[in-house]
């Protein structure tokens, strides 16, 4: 009864605060296979820069002509930011080159390393 008091308590605080208070939580990159790299060249689709996590939806045509959509997840908008990266530089149409760590279970998506933009500019 004790505990659940203290909780309650907590929680009443928490929420008197009102938006002054921000929760972070995180997942584990456990789904990403970190031993392994893979460079991807291709077509911006469409691009969610938004949290979490920036994502970017890319098409990427192999050497049998067959086109497949990545999905590649990066870090949060304040970090995209504050490495020089902001919004206007990822549009749907634009050719961009990603390194990742794939996807463990083999769908194609990942988790960026490093992306090098249309204009040349490297963001890691």
């Known amino acids: ?3 659940h008091r203290l909780t309650t308590t907590l929680v009443i605080a928490l ?3 009102g938006s002054d208070v921000t929760v972070h939580a995180h997942h584990s990159h456990a789904m990403f296979d970190l ?3 893979v460079t991807l ?3 911006i689709s469409k691009v969610a820069f938004r949290n979490p996590h920036v994502m970017v939806f890319l098409d990427v ?3 049998d002509g067959q086109t497949v959509s990545w999905t590649v ?3 949060t908008v304040e970090n995209e930011q504050r490495r020089g990266l902001f919004p206007s530089m990822l549009k749907p149409g634009d050719r961009i080159t990603v390194k990742l760590n794939p996807l463990r279970d083999g769908r194609p998506g990942g988790n960026y390393t490093s992306l090098t933009t249309a204009d ?3 963001f890691d």
């Open 41 to 43: 060249t291709g077509t």
């Open 1 to 3: 009864m004790r505990t």
């Open 61 to 63: 045509t192999g050497s």
């Open 35 to 37: 031993t392994k790299e």
């Open 120 to 122: 040349g500019k490297t």
């Open 15 to 17: 929420l008197a605060l």
């Open 73 to 75: 997840e990066m870090s």
